[in-house]
């Protein structure tokens, strides 16, 4: 029975545990195979004459497992620029389920980064980000986006205090009056959002709580899911990283959902990986480290731990 734990294990969470199938499955023998068949019904299926053979859906799911390894190390490899751009054409094929990746690399690196970013997709495609972004996305998120990717923001410290606070009452009127006007279309936020310092927004937050009472994000509804990532994105990048870790670990994810345990890892590795997992203990009360040994196996749970636990 150990055996068979253990190959049901190989096959379960994220990626495949490679030395255990080799081990258990390669040595195995026809009449251990079957045993393994009839004991696993999620992964096989008996049908009417009680032929036990592979369920469609899991082969499926098995091959994104098989490859997650293999992505996640070409990933690595890439240059920076080409990973964003690869991953923001990536997004806009999958549509308005995954436009929040387009965020997460508008508004989480730096200035020059997501020039470089622009400069790859040019290369790579033929295209601008802007064009695609404003080609492919036909919803009320439309604009915003086209800012985002289009920003060249300030990166220095100073911040103008009273602009600050003056934004703050723009974006809690907006906000406050949504019913009306979804603020996601609102000029004035768009403008805010799109064109101020990193500095200058966290400022505008700490005043928005005083206008309004709240954080931005608690009075933000949950439905204009990309407005509020924006703002996590730029305000509290590291709560928003520790977030998509722990939504991309847990049992029931979506795999898009899933690629965000690859996806962060890999482009915040040589960035701010530090200040993710102190965020993510924070949060959840367990260490990233030990969070992805429980949930992921073999080869690339190695990977992945490998690059959060290395010196930087």
């Not at 195979?33 to 899991?58: A, G, Y």
């Not at 500095?199 to 204009?224: F, Q, T």
Request: net charge neutral.
């Amino acid at each position: 029975m150990a055996h068979l734990e253990a190959l049901a294990k190989a096959f379960t969470g994220l990626g495949v545990d490679e030395k255990s199938l080799i081990e258990n499955l390669g040595k195995s023998h026809p009449e251990q195979r079957t045993l393994f068949r009839k004991k696993t019904p999620q992964l096989f299926i008996e049908d009417e004459r009680s032929f036990e053979r592979w369920n469609d859906h899991c082969v499926r799911l098995l091959k994104h497992e098989f490859v997650r390894f293999k992505n996640a190390l070409v990933l690595w490899a890439m240059h920076p620029w080409e990973r964003d751009a690869r991953l923001v054409k990536e997004a806009l094929k999958k549509g308005p389920q995954s436009y929040g990746v387009i965020v997460e690399i508008a508004c989480t690196r730096s200035s020059e980064e997501l020039l470089g970013a622009r400069k790859a997709y040019h290369s790579l495609f033929d295209q601008s980000i802007e064009e695609d972004v404003a080609t492919h996305i036909h919803g009320s998120e439309r604009k915003l986006l086209v800012a985002l990717v289009s920003a060249y923001r300030y990166e220095g410290p100073k911040v103008k205090e009273d602009a600050a606070k003056s934004e703050a009452k723009i974006l809690a009127n907006a906000i406050k009056n949504g019913n009306k006007k979804n603020p996601i279309e609102d000029e004035e936020v768009i403008r805010i959002l799109s064109t101020r310092s990193k500095a200058h927004l966290k400022v505008a937050c700490k005043h928005y709580k005083e206008v309004s009472g709240n954080n931005i994000h608690e009075d933000l509804d949950p439905s204009d899911l990309i407005l509020k990532e924006t703002v996590e994105c730029l305000c509290t990048p590291h709560a928003y990283f520790s977030k998509v870790l722990d939504e991309a670990m847990s049992s029931n994810a979506h795999k898009n959902t899933k690629k965000g345990l690859t996806r962060v890892i890999v482009t915040r590795a040589d960035v701010d990986m530090k200040e993710i997992k102190e965020e993510y203990m924070n949060l959840f009360g367990v260490s990233l480290s030990k969070k992805i040994e429980e949930k992921a196996n073999g080869n690339y749970r190695d990977f992945l731990v490998t690059l959060i636990t290395r010196d930087n």
